[in-house]
């Protein structure tokens, strides 16, 4: 039976060159992977993009309102295909995540999604929290915050400043940057964690 698959890590987890190596891998043994991003992730335009340089375009771009099943029938048969790959995985609404798992299960597709667990506030994305409740296998990607410890959040900066409160979301019109961070810079650079 084929799973769904979520690969989660913080910011600079290496979590899209890992995507990336993996339906390369796919392709060199002539099998047919396709790679899904969600459409509200517009900061490589339709592409995955890694830090290190390596970019690939997307197959499959997904609205918030559009159905996964739908669209990967779409591009091409269900039969055609011998994984999924979703890039920043966070972004994908409960409804998606759901359809990914009937991909997996129903349609014998491995489903592997990429991303962040949670935002800059500590707060779990919607596509996150449902790749938690019901993927077969969990994994974390581990990377390293300034000091040298294991990185667990990501901060998030405006104009160089540290923030704790705002949209979820900041993509497009909103110069803000972003750093892994261990739990103890976390708390010294940002704040407290606090539930939502």
């Known amino acids: ?3 769904l698959y979520f690969r989660y890590g913080a910011m600079n987890s290496s979590k899209s060159a890992l995507l990336l190596t993996a339906a390369y891998n796919y392709e060199e043994r002539d099998q047919h992977p396709v790679i899904v991003k969600p459409g509200i992730d517009t900061k490589a335009g339709e592409s995955v993009q890694s830090r290190i340089g390596v970019e690939r375009s997307v197959d499959v771009l997904l609205g918030a309102d559009e159905s996964f099943l739908d669209k990967l029938r ?7 295909i011998d994984a999924v790959f979703v890039d920043e995985a966070q972004f994908l609404t409960p409804a998606q995540v759901d359809e990914a798992y009937e991909i997996a299960v129903m349609h014998g597709v491995p489903v592997l999604c990429y991303g962040l667990r949670g935002d800059f506030m500590t707060h779990s994305f919607p596509g ?10 969990i994994e974390e990607l581990k990377t390293i915050c300034r000091c040298g410890s294991k990185a667990v959040f990501n901060g998030r900066r405006i104009n160089g400043e540290f923030v704790s409160h705002g949209e979820q979301v900041a993509i497009d019109g909103q110069q803000a940057e972003y750093e892994s961070l261990c739990g103890r810079c976390y708390i010294q650079k940002v704040g407290p964690v606090r539930h939502a």
């Open 1 to 3: 039976m084929a799973k």
């Open 128 to 137: 996150s929290l449902r790749l938690l409740e019901i993927a077969h296998a």
């Open 74 to 80: 779409a591009y091409r048969q269900l039969d055609q």
